[in-house]
């Protein structure tokens, strides 16, 4: 009674799917199907079918997996979390300049072409001048990510030496990226001084030996510690290093290359002041609070930094074109002053008003609903580990229904065409136009209006 796989491929659902996800797949696809049909029909659950509703049947599945498929290839979403460096949604979303450079630079481009002597070129030059300019690095180099960075530095200029750390900075950021892991993994000793919440420069200067290498300050990112605390500054900390003949790392992590504590982030470190400091060398994120693409960027002294360009694991850990290209888009976007074009920073500048104003049109334009919005006060996060003490004042959209759950609201929004990710508090689904583009909230009003049918 079963049709055949290449019956299938033949009909109208099976030649769509066929065009569209490549035949082989659609068998691969068609003959899970059949078997299903044909363990329910020996189970006796279908023992009536004809072959018409049989065939039906396989043509539905057919189109339900295909659809299932394609929600888990990449796609964009709509971000209503006020999570602004959602790791989970793909941290920072880039500038419209970053896009068109992302564009302009995914088919051939000139990353290691000079054109005006027609000869090879340096990869990632401008960006790295860039870099430089904007933190007053002397020299910089540009790895996949700031685990990479860290990695890098501590194998290349520390591995089989030791390596001094605050025992207050033995902190794990996420996703596995634990300090005194990383450091082990380097091949570098780690030599632990100090307290939890108390280091001072006599803990690092006595532990300074014939093994030492490198003095690691850790940017404790998502953590803090309060209270009976001390550190030394960083410009003291540079100094022993030099003092000592040993490199002085500073690993930041989010690295804001503009001072953001006027929008509450009152304790970022702006990578400048870590160079000014006289720090060797440190690293940070591209795709954190600096608004640009996934990327670990090294910044210091020249001498260091060719070490690095030169030892052989540059090569596993440098980036792409489209990379650099949009990097460079968004630090030129720095340089011009016009940090309002990055979107990072765009919505870490919002006040709780503007985002009043955006959520009280936005519900006069969806206008009569089932759907109950009403607006609330508020904190949005700014997340990507950073700051876990800014808290940033937003209006909320509480949206809720006489008979719809939350958890129905949400999955609906959540399986909207842009699919839209928001939270669940108190049985209201929560919007935070914060992280919402201004040019989505016409797909965010569709997708609400949909969750009523
Ligand atoms: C986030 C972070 C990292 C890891 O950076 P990725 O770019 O996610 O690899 C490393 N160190 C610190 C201090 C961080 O905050």
Partial sequence: ??????????????????????ETHAAVLLRDILNALRAEIAAE???NASREELTAAAEQRLAAKWRHELRHASTRVINATGV?????????????????????????CNLEYDLDTASRGRRGGSAEDLVCEL?????????????????????????????????????????????????????????????????K??????????????????????????????????????????????????????????????????????VRRSIEAGVDIVAFSGDKLLGGPQAGIIAGKPEL?????KHPLYRALRVDKVVYATLEATLRAYRRGATDEIPVIRMLSMSRDEIRERAEGLITAIGESDLKLELTDGVSAVGGG????????????????????????????????????????????????????????SQLASALAQTVG
């Fill in 135 to 199: 933190t007053g690095a002397e020299a910089a180099v540009i790895v996949n990510n700031c685990a990479a960075a860290a990695y890098f530095v501590l194998s290349a200029l520390a591995s089989g030496c030791e390596v001094i750390v605050s025992r207050g900075e033995l902190v794990e950021i996420g996703g596995d990226f634990r300090v005194p892991d990383v450091l082990a993994r380097s091949g570098a000793e780690l030599r632990e001084v100090g307290t939890t919440n108390r280091t």
């Fill in 201 to 270: 420069l006599a803990d690092y200067e006595k532990a300074i030996g014939d093994a030492t290498r490198m003095i690691l300050r850790v940017h404790p990112s998502n953590y803090r510690i309060v209270g009976f605390t001390a550190m030394p500054e960083l410009s003291e900390l540079a100094k022993l290093a030099r003092k000592h003949d040993v490199i002085s790392f500073e690993d930041i992590g989010s690295g804001a290359l503009i001072d953001l504590s006027e929008f509450g982030l009152t304790n970022e470190p702006v």
């Fill in 84 to 108: 602004v460096i959602h790791t989970n949604l793909g941290r920072a979303p880039l500038s419209e300049g970053a896009r068109e450079a992302m564009m302009a630079a995914s088919g051939y």
């Fill in 386 to 441: 950073a700051a876990p003490d800014a808290s940033l004042e937003t209006t909320l959209i509480a949206v809720s229904h006489p008979t719809l759950s939350a958890e129905r609201i949400e999955y609906s929004l959540r399986n909207a065409e842009v699919p839209v990710v928001a939270r669940i508090v108190d049985d209201r689904v929560m919007i935070d136009l914060r992280t919402v583009e201004v040019n989505d909230e």
């Fill in 305 to 309: 930094i060719q070490k690095l360009r």
């Fill in 45 to 47: 659950v279908r023992q």
């Fill in 1 to 22: 009674m079963l049709p055949s796989v290449d019956e299938m491929l033949r009909s109208p659902t099976g030649r769509e799917i066929g065009a569209a996800a490549g």
